[in-house]
């Protein structure tokens, strides 16, 4: 039977191994299509193919395990679930495929595009630019068809320039700027508050106005320290927590 490829990782040694593993992999499996293997590899083949020992593999296998996304069977195998519900907790810990894993695994529908005025408070980000292609998406859970989460992103000019906005209907904004543009990132900065529902936000999330939810604000830098992408998400509060892990060394 043929296995399930998943995507390939560079490790950052500062952060916990099966962490990163277990995110790559969960980005990779959300990411599937339907047409993909739903066995995944050997453990010794994935620890092989993320350079990690057979240990740190099995755990990062166990984290998925827990959350539902993969089953393992005596003698069988492991398998990715296919009807596995996709909803998370928003976790950071500094791994860029953190981040992809996070944004992927929903529906998403591509509500516009188009260049729009900086808002006052982005400009600092963009300097010497008065507009920014801006992409608004919505994302709904795969099962139900509930709305999730939607997306405001504003993308450097020059960047924008060589996106497919039909790329952002099958992959989460930071894997398109990594995989399909070679962007280099460096780092994004994030920062979540809580806020209420808006107009805009109760209509699309399907929410009470003033209703709680969660506002993410994320910075995406290249590795010239120049700002690609400004992203501000809007979760809604029933379906998202927020969770941070400190590691001590």
Not at 17 to 28: F, H, I, M, N
Request: aromatic fraction near 6%; hydrophobic fraction near 40%.
């Amino acid at each position: 039977m043929t296995t399930f490829a998943p995507d390939s990782l560079a490790l950052n040694r500062k952060l916990p191994l099966w962490y990163q593993v277990s995110q790559s992999l969960r980005a990779s499996i959300l990411g599937r299509r339907p047409e993909e293997p739903l066995r995944l590899p050997t453990e010794d083949r994935l620890a092989e193919h993320y350079g990690v020992s057979v240990l740190t593999m099995r755990q990062a296998l166990k984290e998925l395990e827990a959350e539902g996304l993969i089953s393992r069977h005596r003698r069988r195998g492991t398998f990715i679930e296919p009807h596995a519900k996709r909803g998370a907790p928003v976790r950071l810990l500094g791994s860029v495929d953190a981040i992809v894993a996070q944004q992927s695994g929903e529906r998403t529908t591509l509500l516009g595009h188009g260049p729009e005025p900086l808002p006052a408070d982005l400009a600092e980000y963009f300097p010497g630019h008065t507009d920014a292609m801006a992409y608004r998406r919505l994302r709904c859970d795969e099962e139900s068809g509930e709305p999730t989460n939607w997306a405001h992103n504003f993308l450097r000019p020059d960047v924008a320039d060589q996106l497919d906005p039909a790329d952002l209907v099958r992959w989460p904004m930071t894997k398109v700027l990594r995989d399909a543009l070679g962007v280099r990132i460096s780092r994004i900065t994030d920062t979540v508050e809580a806020r209420l529902a808006d107009p805009e936000t109760a209509r699309l999330l399907e929410v009470p106005l003033l209703s709680p939810i969660l506002y993410y604000t994320g910075v995406t830098y290249d590795a010239h320290g120049a700002v690609v992408d400004v992203a501000r998400i809007h979760y809604r509060g029933d379906r998202f927590s927020f969770t941070v892990t400190l590691e001590a060394h």
